[in-house]
């Protein structure tokens, strides 16, 4: 199957049309933008850092070890685990990677929120102006098939959060939802409190 690029607001079936799929990898990728400066382009680095929010039919946070993210890499389940952190942004490829076994996320458990903020935005006074080339993908549980990609491509700047999409239950089947929203939330507690 090839894959399916989307745009804001877009949604996708994950697993409807794709039998057997029961896992998937959620990477995200983005660029340090290149300082226009006197003596060329140096980038500066910015430390995005990509997390999972567990959030039930309410759409609500039910506890904070429902926060999936670089000092909390695996679920009380099991079933979301994070790849652990990248504090530069550089090199090819997903910067981040969320791995999601669909099959053992608890049945209270409907929708997968995927963020992402700048870690300690406020004392390095960066903001998502300083980024570029960002992206949400979903492959395969291998790794190895792009489902779909969602390229986050509008103006970002002055803000310190982005949530990039959803992972969601409808009935039986998955979906994914390219959302793109930014936000003003220095800290992936801060953002996660909103959802409580």
Same mark, same amino acid.
């Given at each position: 199957?090839?894959?399916?690029?989307?745009?804001?607001?877009?949604?996708?079936?994950?697993?409807?049309?794709?039998?057997?799929?029961?896992?998937?990898?959620?990477?995200?990728?983005?660029?340090?933008?290149?300082?226009?400066?006197?003596?060329?382009?140096?980038?500066?680095?910015?430390? @995005?850092?990509?997390?999972?929010?567990?959030?039930?039919?309410?759409?609500?946070?039910?506890?904070?070890?429902?926060?999936?993210?670089?000092?909390?890499?695996?679920?009380? @389940?099991?079933?979301?685990?994070?790849?652990?952190?990248?504090?530069?942004?550089?090199?090819?490829?997903?910067?981040?990677?969320?791995?999601?076994?669909?099959?053992?996320?608890?049945?209270?458990?409907?929708?997968?929120?995927?963020?992402?903020?700048?870690?300690? @935005?406020?004392?390095?006074?960066?903001?998502?102006?300083?980024?570029?080339?960002?992206?949400?993908?979903?492959?395969?549980?291998?790794?190895?098939?792009?489902?779909?990609?969602?390229?986050?491509?509008?103006?970002?700047?002055?803000? %310190?959060?982005?949530? @990039?999409?959803?992972?969601?239950?409808?009935?039986?089947?998955?979906?994914?939802?390219?959302?793109?929203?930014? %936000?003003?939330?220095?800290?992936?507690?801060?953002?996660?409190?909103?959802?409580?």
């Amino acid at each position: 199957m090839a894959s399916i690029s989307l745009v804001k607001g877009q949604k996708i079936d994950l697993t409807k049309g794709n039998s057997g799929l029961a896992k998937v990898v959620v990477g995200l990728g983005w660029d340090p933008v290149k300082s226009k400066g006197f003596f060329g382009g140096a980038k500066k680095n910015v430390d @995005c850092d990509a997390s999972a929010i567990l959030l039930n039919s309410e759409g609500k946070l039910a506890n904070d070890n429902q926060v999936i993210c670089f000092h909390n890499k695996k679920s009380p @389940c099991g079933s979301v685990v994070h790849s652990g952190d990248n504090i530069t942004g550089e090199g090819d490829g997903d910067d981040e990677q969320i791995f999601i076994d669909l099959a053992k996320v608890p049945a209270d458990v409907h929708k997968v929120l995927v963020v992402v903020n700048i870690y300690d @935005c406020v004392n390095r006074k960066q903001d998502f102006g300083m980024i570029q080339s960002a992206y949400i993908r979903i492959l395969d549980g291998s790794g190895s098939n792009e489902l779909t990609k969602f390229n986050l491509s509008d103006n970002y700047a002055g803000l %310190t959060a982005l949530v @990039c999409g959803e992972l969601y239950r409808h009935g039986t089947e998955w979906k994914f939802a390219a959302i793109g929203e930014g %936000t003003h939330s220095p800290h992936i507690n801060d953002l996660a409190a909103r959802y409580k």
